[in-house]
């Protein structure tokens, strides 16, 4: 059983690891879905899919905001909860744009906190407030994760 100390210790060692599109190196390079990646394969072992390459553009192309990509892989692996149960060790998905799709991800580290990757940043750690929590569109546990 994975518990979910081990999952933000994980996390938390990405810290500081640039941003890089499609990447998931510790150290060397990720992205908001690379961190969770790699998360899970320091955590719960190999991957159980590899995602397809992407553009970082994906859900603003004609046609490509119309699928909740993300969510629809995360349902493969993980299991679903409701946004406002979700804490530390779970991964909460996050709308970018009203309208658009989840396309953004994180793993929360605690109350009102979580760690991610984005664009011209190193992985970071910060603070969910009132602007990501407006965007907060999915959650999810990692399976078989204990207190």
Do not use: N
């Given at each position: 059983?994975?518990?979910?100390?081990?999952?933000?210790?994980?996390?938390?060692?990405?810290?500081?690891?640039?941003?890089?599109?499609?990447?998931?190196?510790?150290?060397?390079?990720?992205?908001?879905?690379?961190?969770?990646?790699?998360?899970?394969?320091?955590?719960?072992?190999?991957?159980?899919?590899?995602?397809?390459?992407?553009?970082?553009?994906?859900?603003?192309?004609?046609?490509?905001?119309?699928?909740?990509?993300?969510?629809?892989?995360?349902r493969r692996h993980m299991i679903e909860i409701a946004a406002?149960?979700?804490?530390?060790?779970?991964?909460?998905?996050?709308?970018?744009?009203?309208?658009?799709?989840?396309?953004?991800?994180?793993?929360?580290?605690?109350?009102?906190?979580?760690?991610?990757?984005?664009?011209?940043?190193?992985?970071?750690?910060?603070?969910?407030?009132?602007w990501w929590r407006a965007r907060?569109?999915?959650?999810?546990?990692?399976?078989?994760?204990?207190?």
């Amino acid at each position: 059983m994975t518990r979910r100390d081990d999952i933000v210790a994980a996390a938390r060692g990405w810290i500081g690891t640039p941003y890089r599109h499609q990447a998931s190196l510790k150290g060397a390079g990720t992205d908001c879905l690379g961190l969770v990646r790699g998360v899970w394969r320091e955590t719960m072992g190999d991957e159980p899919e590899l995602p397809p390459p992407y553009t970082a553009d994906w859900a603003e192309r004609p046609g490509g905001g119309a699928r909740e990509t993300m969510a629809e892989a995360a349902r493969r692996h993980m299991i679903e909860i409701a946004a406002a149960d979700a804490g530390a060790g779970d991964v909460m998905l996050f709308r970018m744009r009203d309208g658009g799709p989840a396309k953004h991800a994180a793993i929360l580290s605690g109350a009102d906190r979580m760690i991610h990757a984005w664009s011209d940043h190193a992985v970071v750690e910060t603070a969910m407030g009132r602007w990501w929590r407006a965007r907060a569109a999915f959650a999810f546990r990692f399976p078989g994760m204990e207190d």
